[in-house]
């Protein structure tokens, strides 16, 4: 398809579980983003990629999140020993080219419950 | 560090009436502030963006916001509104610190009754 494409959509694990989340960019955009969001609340920024690079990571809660994105395309969003304050939508996010004005495109998101 | 604040959590207006969602940022550099709409289990969609090249922005499916400097104000604006609009809209501003993340507010989710 055209747009950001993130797989699982829903996802149910137990505390303790690991679990990865899927990001599939627009073809050709250089930036990835993923987002944290709570119930009613907005989007938390958590980490972002430039090609392969990850630039910031300074959104990430603790040491047992960590993303990547080996081939600076798809990007994949692991949580080691989930807890139950992990259970967000994850959104994943890309642009075109690295400049702060540009349009941020939006999957759909992952719904994670952690039980 | 960038911070944005809607004012309004749920705001609510009839079909026909004038939608206007409120948003201010703090920044001590011009910034780059974003619309965008969320619908019921989707991401986000943009709805418009300001760059500085014009304070008063057109977006999609008939919004439009005003930047003002002195307010350090981006609020959002659509003169009739439609069923269709009933959503949760997120004002957003770009990382001064030249990262390119957005800061988003907390949100205000529209209602439109019949």
């Known amino acids: 398809g055209a747009g950001v494409s993130q797989s699982p959509r829903y996802k149910v694990a137990k505390r303790g579980q690991d679990v990865a989340l899927r990001c599939d960019p627009i073809s050709g955009h250089v930036s990835l983003f993923w987002y944290q969001q709570a119930l009613g609340q907005g989007p938390e920024f958590l980490t972002y990629?430039?090609?392969?690079?990850?630039?910031?990571k300074s959104g990430l809660p603790s040491d047992r999140f960590f993303a990547e994105r080996p081939e600076g395309s798809v990007s994949t969003l692991k949580i080691q020993r989930t807890q139950q304050e992990d259970s967000a939508v994850y959104l994943c996010?890309?642009?075109?080219?690295?400049?702060?004005?540009?349009?941020?495109?939006f999957g759909d998101g992952t719904r994670l419950s952690i039980l | 560090a960038q911070s944005v604040t809607q004012l309004g959590s749920h705001v609510s207006v009839s079909e026909g009436a004038l939608v206007l969602l409120r948003c201010n940022y703090s920044s001590s550099v011009p910034p780059y502030l974003f619309w965008y709409v969320q619908y019921p289990n989707q991401g986000l969609q943009l709805l418009l963006k300001y760059t500085s090249a014009a304070t008063l922005v057109k977006g999609i499916n008939g919004f439009e916001a005003e930047f003002k400097k002195s307010e350090t104000s981006f609020h959002l604006t659509k003169p009739s509104a439609h069923m269709s609009d009933a959503a949760e809209y997120f004002c957003a501003v770009s990382d001064e610190g030249g990262s390119e993340k957005l800061v988003f507010g907390k949100g205000t989710k529209l209602t439109v009754n019949p």
């Open positions: 996010a890309s642009s075109l080219v690295e400049q702060t004005n540009q349009p941020q495109h």
């Open positions: 990629f430039q090609n392969e690079a990850q630039l910031d």
